[in-house]
């Protein structure tokens, strides 16, 4: 049965994204419908930045960004900018602060943002459809038809704004790519993103036992490249170095990491012998790493020696190349479990990049995370999110 209450536009996802949208084609007012299965909006708003929320990053560029198409991203972020978000936060009295690196975070709770969200929607208008599976996706004559688990709703337009696959316990599924292919579109590869790597086989004995052990470096790989910190787990290697260049790795890839970077270890290692010799080469290398971590650098380079008096220049240009070029190849991710984003999505050539639109369907939206437009750590994801969901609601 279809429902009766015919909308001017459905969005299909309640999170940062499909919310966003709502609210900002309400205010064009447009009567709009949000579907979403989950028991609660904004599920992982609520989870994201460690329960407060990382909602913007104050230097977001289209620089911050990977997509096949890298220029795609460009207008809808310079139309509406961090500044605009920082505004609308700031307009509803929510307290928040910058941690790093231009990465702002709520002082309290997440939940201040989903309650931001809530309210705008609540003040357009906007009706929310929480606990519906949408089931199908269809277009008939003069507008669309979605078949879910609550009937059947009718809108002129749709926005996918259902995200990708990454944390699949919070319900994400690959919903919104296969909407995409229904209408034509293509899908760019997808892979997990921003996710910890696993230890190779040869490594997981040894290495796994240095776990909470942390070092501030510069991974590589690809056209990547982050200073940022590392993090040895039980299972391999996390914090946001890792996090940041998992975005630009491939199965098989190598990652290089200088442990101390911006520090010439040669010529320090060298310095090191002529004005301590006496000290062990692991207390010299615990001057620049953890402790831990530097007994296993020493044990690997097959090091005897109890002074560091006693190492040619031979072993010690050896050991700091594994200082300054530390490479490894990951054994895998941690995959879609952990990942906080899925690269790829729907291919931009098939969407308008000022209004969103899918150059296929007139009426069909693509919105926030399904799209192949993917931030860097630290905000950027949301302020594309806002980003693309205000472009795609204020052109409807």
Request: net charge neutral.
């Amino acid at each position: 049965m279809v429902n009766n209450a015919t909308s001017d536009i459905i969005v299909l996802g309640a999170g940062a994204a499909g919310m966003m949208c709502a609210i900002e084609a309400g205010r064009n007012g447009h009567r709009v419908v949000v579907i979403d299965h989950a028991k609660e909006a904004g599920q992982k708003i609520r989870i994201s930045g460690g329960g407060r929320c990382n909602f913007t990053n104050m230097h977001s560029e289209p620089k911050n960004f990977l997509s096949e198409n890298p220029y795609f991203a460009i207008s809808a972020l310079k139309t509406y900018s961090p500044q605009d978000f920082i505004e609308k936060v700031k307009s509803h009295g929510i307290p928040y602060h910058e941690k790093t690196l231009g990465q702002l975070f709520c002082d309290n709770s997440a939940k201040d943002i989903i309650k931001m969200l809530r309210d705008e929607m609540n003040d357009i208008g906007a009706k929310l459809q929480l606990q519906t599976e949408i089931n199908q996706v269809r277009y008939e004559g003069n507008g669309f038809i979605v078949d879910t688990t609550s009937g059947n709703f009718k809108a002129k337009s749709i926005v996918v704004a259902l995200g990708g696959k990454s944390i699949p316990k919070m319900g994400a599924t690959g919903l919104g790519y296969e909407i995409a292919q229904q209408f034509g579109h293509k899908i760019t590869e997808t892979r997990p993103a921003l996710v910890p790597f696993t230890w190779p086989a040869h490594m997981v004995e040894t290495w796994s036992k240095l776990s909470g052990v942390a070092q501030d470096v510069r991974a590589n790989c690809g056209k990547g490249s982050f200073d940022e910190a590392m993090l040895l787990t039980h299972r391999g290697l996390s914090g946001p170095a890792m996090l940041q260049i998992s975005s630009y790795w491939k199965e098989g890839a190598t990652i290089d990491i200088d442990l101390c970077p911006d520090q010439a270890m040669d010529a320090l290692l060298k310095s090191e012998r002529h004005d301590n010799p006496k000290l062990s080469p692991v207390n010299v290398l615990a001057k620049y790493l953890p402790k831990r971590l530097a007994q296993q650098l020493i044990l690997e380079a097959n090091i005897k020696s109890p002074r560091i008096a006693d190492l040619n220049n031979s072993a010690l240009e050896n050991l700091s190349q594994r200082l300054n070029q530390f490479s490894m190849t990951p054994g895998g991710t941690e995959g879609y479990r952990t990942a906080e984003v899925t690269l790829g999505g729907v291919d931009t050539n098939g969407l308008n990049q000022k209004t969103m639109e899918s150059k296929y369907q007139s009426g069909l939206y693509f919105i926030g995370e399904v799209v192949d437009v993917t931030g860097h750590l630290g905000g950027h994801n949301f302020q594309w999110a806002w980003a693309s969901a205000v472009a795609a609601g204020r052109a409807i």
